[in-house]
């Protein structure tokens, strides 16, 4: 059965507010309990199970700070969507490896998201503009 528009955007601009207050669980309880969440680049590769997913949410809210999701566009298929947005906030740990202290940060996100009939996030790919994060956090 496919999923509405409106359902789609309920359920990922609901994960994304659980991210901009660095709720971990909210976050865990957007995704099915088999999940495929992989962020591309990320060192430990693709996991699957909301446990799996849960350290990489809690690197990323002590790594990033103040954070809110800009959305540009979004894209609907039947059971997924595809969202390109920009993320506004502060570095504060070492986001994706550079050393953050505490600048301002801003960077393009591309989401490609697949959901289970439940409404659940059945799959988060996602795709971080790592040459803008290293353009604003260069190091000495």
């Known amino acids: 059965m496919a999923m509405s528009r409106q359902d789609m955007d309920r359920t ?17 309880a957007t995704l099915a309990a088999d999940v495929e969440h992989d962020i591309v680049g990320w060192p430990a590769g693709p996991t699957h199970g909301r446990d799996s997913a ?11 700070a103040d954070g809110r999701i800009d959305v540009q566009r979004r894209l609907y298929g039947d059971d997924f969507l595809v969202d390109e947005s920009v993320w506004r906030g502060v570095a504060a740990g070492r986001p994706f490896g550079p050393e953050g202290r505490g600048r ?18 059945a799959r988060e790919n996602v795709w971080v503009d790592l040459a803008a994060i290293q353009q604003q956090l260069p190091q000495d």
């Open 104 to 121: 301002p940060l801003a960077f393009r996100l591309l989401h490609v998201v697949e959901f289970a009939p439940s409404g659940d996030i």
């Open 54 to 64: 849960r350290p990489f949410y809690e690197a990323l809210f002590a790594d990033l």
């Open 12 to 28: 990922i601009d609901a994960h994304f507010g659980f991210e901009a207050r660095d709720d971990v669980a909210g976050v865990l």
